[in-house]
């Protein structure tokens, strides 16, 4: 669990970035942000889906910002992401001038996990959501496991960033519903960790949403360095119609189901969110910029060349596909937290420092 210590340090970079006094909540529409430094939290390592969808938006929200403001981006991958959730319900100023992207993995763990986690997505200023991503389940090149039946039947290491991170509770989930034999080694430091482990043979394989591999490492689908194994959601990428859904997998109800809630919170991916308590006029200001940019020309000219698939949804749709998430029946949650518990992520190792 990520330490509040952490959650100070993110407020002291906050406090350096945001060195002006706060506009008062009547200010004139965009006179709050004229001239001012914006941050943007990155629950994300540098180079990751999070990261690459975070600096794009950022890059041209500000032509649709009034004011003319200048955004500050601020990485912070520890623990899957969950310090940004912490510091945007306990820390940010409430006043528009700090917003943050995320990966969904830590929006669903006050449901999975018995432990205060300090926040409530329920009360974030959502502002929208970049897409609508089904994940897809991978082993390397020259891996056993090749099909969604190998990893029924062969145990492997996946990779994962924090224990919380999509990556660690998306193959947990997937070993209760569809008895896969998923063993998740998590603490990588961002996505480009997981990689890089993947590279080198530490782990075999991940969960991972299709974006990611797309701006990642644009050459491992085309050029074969990659099994695809199936892919989880409510419905199939369209890119890939004859990969399995994992829920074509599923033998029971009870399995089904779970795979559902799994595909609802896949609905909600690379979100962006203000604070809660947001004056209203700044929220409607903000959730205005960000429907014109994902719609700027740009923006997607821009999204297509960094392979980044776009599919977006405005802040109250987000808002709701959240409220129906934490919606979800108590059976239903008693088997995603039973998965949770018994197949808990392990940590990486950590490299011994060599003596002198």
């Given at each position: 669990?990520?330490?509040?210590?952490?959650?100070?340090?993110?407020?002291?970079?906050?406090a350096a970035a945001l060195v002006f006094p706060a506009a008062g909540a009547g200010a004139a529409d965009g006179d709050f942000l004229k001239g001012k430094k914006v941050s943007l939290l990155?629950?994300?390592?540098?180079?990751?889906?999070?990261?690459?969808?975070?600096?794009?938006?950022?890059?041209?929200?500000?032509?649709?910002?009034?004011?003319?403001?200048?955004?500050?981006?601020?990485?912070?991958?520890?623990?899957?992401?969950?310090?940004?959730?912490?510091?945007?319900?306990?820390?940010?100023?409430?006043?528009?001038?700090?917003?943050?992207?995320?990966?969904?993995?830590?929006?669903?763990?006050?449901?999975?996990?018995?432990?205060?986690?300090?926040?409530?997505?329920?009360?974030?200023?959502?502002?929208?959501?970049?897409?609508?991503?089904?994940?897809?389940?991978?082993?390397?090149?020259?891996?056993?496991?090749?099909?969604?039946?190998?990893?029924?039947?062969?145990?492997?290491?996946?990779?994962?960033?924090?224990?919380?991170?999509?990556?660690?509770?998306?193959?947990?989930?997937?070993?209760?519903?569809?008895?896969?034999?998923?063993?998740?080694?998590?603490?990588?430091?961002?996505?480009?960790?997981?990689?890089?482990?993947?590279?080198?043979?530490?782990?075999?394989?991940?969960?991972?949403?299709?974006?990611?591999?797309?701006?990642?490492?644009?050459?491992?689908?085309?050029?074969?360095?990659?099994?695809?194994?199936?892919?989880?959601?409510?419905?199939?990428?369209?890119?890939?119609?004859?990969?399995?859904?994992?829920?074509?997998?599923?033998?029971?109800?009870?399995?089904?189901?779970?795979?559902?809630?799994?595909?609802?919170?896949?609905?909600?991916?690379?979100?962006?969110?203000?604070?809660?308590?947001?004056?209203?006029?700044?929220?409607?200001?903000?959730?205005?910029?960000?429907?014109?940019?994902?719609?700027?020309?740009?923006?997607?000219?821009?999204?297509?060349?960094?392979?980044?698939?776009?599919?977006?949804?405005?802040?109250?749709?987000?808002?709701?596909?959240?409220?129906?998430?934490?919606?979800?029946?108590?059976?239903?949650?008693?088997?995603?937290?039973?998965?949770?518990?018994?197949?808990?992520?392990?940590?990486?190792?950590?490299?011994?420092?060599?003596?002198?």
């Amino acid at each position: 669990m990520t330490t509040f210590h952490s959650i100070r340090a993110v407020a002291a970079v906050l406090a350096a970035a945001l060195v002006f006094p706060a506009a008062g909540a009547g200010a004139a529409d965009g006179d709050f942000l004229k001239g001012k430094k914006v941050s943007l939290l990155i629950g994300g390592g540098s180079g990751g889906g999070v990261d690459v969808s975070g600096r794009l938006f950022a890059r041209h929200v500000v032509r649709h910002l009034p004011g003319a403001p200048t955004i500050v981006a601020q990485n912070h991958p520890a623990g899957g992401g969950i310090i940004v959730y912490q510091t945007l319900a306990n820390v940010a100023p409430r006043d528009g001038t700090t917003f943050a992207t995320f990966a969904a993995g830590p929006l669903t763990l006050p449901l999975l996990r018995d432990q205060n986690v300090n926040y409530d997505v329920r009360k974030f200023t959502w502002l929208g959501r970049m897409s609508d991503d089904a994940n897809a389940c991978h082993t390397m090149a020259g891996s056993k496991v090749r099909t969604v039946e190998d990893a029924q039947k062969i145990a492997i290491n996946v990779g994962a960033t924090g224990v919380t991170a999509r990556t660690a509770t998306v193959p947990l989930m997937l070993n209760a519903a569809i008895g896969t034999q998923f063993h998740v080694i998590a603490g990588y430091k961002g996505s480009e960790g997981v990689l890089l482990a993947l590279e080198r043979g530490e782990v075999e394989g991940r969960c991972v949403s299709f974006n990611s591999i797309h701006v990642t490492r644009p050459d491992w689908i085309p050029q074969k360095k990659i099994n695809l194994l199936f892919q989880t959601g409510l419905t199939k990428h369209p890119r890939y119609p004859d990969l399995p859904l994992a829920s074509e997998v599923a033998k029971t109800p009870e399995s089904r189901k779970l795979l559902e809630f799994l595909g609802q919170t896949l609905a909600v991916t690379n979100p962006f969110a203000l604070p809660p308590e947001v004056p209203p006029d700044r929220t409607a200001l903000w959730r205005k910029a960000f429907d014109d940019t994902v719609r700027d020309p740009a923006f997607l000219a821009e999204a297509k060349k960094l392979r980044l698939e776009v599919d977006p949804a405005p802040g109250p749709v987000v808002e709701r596909l959240v409220n129906e998430i934490y919606a979800t029946p108590p059976d239903i949650l008693a088997i995603a937290k039973a998965s949770m518990a018994k197949g808990k992520a392990k940590k990486k190792a950590k490299k011994k420092k060599k003596e002198n």
